[in-house]
């Protein structure tokens, strides 16, 4: 039973550029969830998704947007990047919303 | 607001000891689940143990145990016998009423020592 799955691993991003990154739930799991993680810090929540609708977002800007495919696979999308915003990204996927199963991330590098 | 504050940046513990994790939350939710996770160098979380706020018994998931005191907000983790594969950070977090948003406090590094 594959667990979350996250691609790619690292990425390497200039200034202005915009940024996919991707998430495949754990089998069986239809609500994901994204946090970004900034150095020496805890995940920050960044939205979930379910049901294909964003059902909750925390304090970030519209420049984050996401998606969620019919299969339950997720999109993370950033535009415009700052330096800011180089972090290791987490998605997490779940059924009824109590334990969240982590992915390992993508590292994202904004130079 | 939900709110996680682990004050420990950093411990160390000596192989085969035990040691505590603190934690410390603030919320106005009546309901609301604690958790605890590890994160080693790779960055994956892995989960470890879960308290339910109407829970009346600590949680246990074999080395671990969480001490869960609801009056003082406090859901300290406990690791008996540690190991060289504990070294990692520790992540205190907490969900919402509704369950759908996890917040996180900064975490506390683990070394133990052989």
């Known amino acids: 039973d594959a667990g979350v799955t996250q691609s790619p691993t690292h990425l390497i991003k200039t200034r202005g550029q915009q940024v996919t990154l991707r998430c495949s739930p754990k089998?069986?799991?239809?609500?994901v969830s994204w946090y970004q993680q900034a150095l020496g810090q805890g995940p920050q929540f960044i939205f979930q998704?379910?049901?294909?609708?964003?059902?909750q977002r925390g304090n970030f800007p519209d420049r984050f947007s996401g998606h969620q495919f019919p299969n339950y696979s997720s999109e993370l999308n950033v535009n415009a990047l700052l330096l800011g915003d180089s972090a290791l990204y987490l998605c997490?996927?779940?059924?009824?919303?109590?334990?969240?199963?982590f992915g390992p991330g993508t590292r994202l590098t904004v130079l | 607001a939900q709110k996680i504050t682990q004050t420990q940046p950093g411990m160390f513990v000596q192989e085969k000891e035990a040691v505590t994790l603190d934690c410390t939350y603030d919320?106005?939710?009546?309901?609301?689940?604690l958790f605890w996770y590890k994160q080693p160098s790779s960055g994956e979380m892995i989960f470890l143990i879960y308290?339910?706020?109407?829970?009346?018994q600590n949680a246990t998931e074999g080395r671990y145990s969480l001490n869960f005191q609801k009056a003082r907000k406090s859901a300290n983790l406990v690791i008996s016998a540690s190991q060289l594969g504990d070294s990692a950070m520790y992540f205190c977090?907490?969900?919402?009423?509704?369950?759908?948003?996890?917040?996180f406090g900064t975490g506390t590094s683990l070394t133990v020592i052989p």
């Open positions: 997490a996927s779940s059924l009824f919303a109590v334990e969240q199963f």
């Open positions: 089998s069986g799991h239809d609500t």
């Open positions: 998704y379910y049901e294909e609708e964003e059902r």
């Open positions: 919320t106005s939710d009546q309901s609301y689940g």
């Open positions: 308290q339910g706020s109407y829970d009346e």
């Open positions: 977090a907490m969900t919402s009423n509704t369950g759908n948003q996890f917040y």
